[in-house]
């Protein structure tokens, strides 16, 4: 999915809000945990003269609501941790985070980057498409999905055998 210059963003995770800065959104929200990162991506947005589009906030990505009434596009580019004593909290939030997004963002498109193939399985949601891209050195996938009103879907087939392995060596 491409993003038009002038369409309403989310940016889940905005941490110095550059992606926000770059795409010149008509209406840009960006939300970060961090209070430190939002305070930057304030001043970022200053300096690149785009404070008037956009807005920071901090706040909890399986507590999101859609920022605006119409369909916009909802990015993030979550944690992925690197063990896996890291991975199990990250495939609850994961999977809270897509509850939450079907159950608010009907409509909208949600595009996730991630290093962890594991994690986008936590989200029980099918992409629409995805591409193979790099994180610097780190291999990733940008999933991209239009998201439909409704439940999740049930734990797909392929991640059995991921789910079956946190739950032993938790």
């Known amino acids: 999915f491409l993003i038009p210059e002038g369409a309403s963003i989310l940016d889940l995770g905005c941490g110095t809000g ?11 929200v960006g939300v970060d945990f961090s209070e430190e990162m939002v305070n930057i991506a304030r001043d970022n947005a200053r300096r690149a003269g785009v404070a008037h589009l956009v807005s920071f906030s901090t706040g909890d990505a399986a507590e999101i ?7 916009g596009h909802l990015v993030t580019n ?16 994961h999977h809270r985070f897509a509850r ?13 980057f991630t290093a962890s193939p594991e994690l986008l399985l936590a989200l029980r949601l099918s992409p629409d498409n995805k591409y193979a ?9 940008l999933a991209n999905y239009k998201i439909a ?21 938790a």
């Open 100 to 112: 939450q997004v079907k159950a608010n963002f009907a409509d909208w498109t949600l595009s996730v």
């Open 149 to 169: 009103p409704g439940e999740l879907r049930s734990i797909s087939k392929s991640a059995e055998p991921f789910a079956n392995r946190l739950k032993k060596n």
């Open 65 to 71: 609501t859609p920022p605006v009434a119409e369909p």
């Open 133 to 141: 891209l790099y994180n610097g050195q780190l291999e990733a996938t």
């Open 78 to 93: 979550p944690p992925y941790g690197e063990r896996l004593g890291e991975l199990l909290p990250l495939v609850f939030l």
């Open 18 to 28: 550059d992606l926000l800065a770059g795409l010149k959104p008509r209406r840009g």
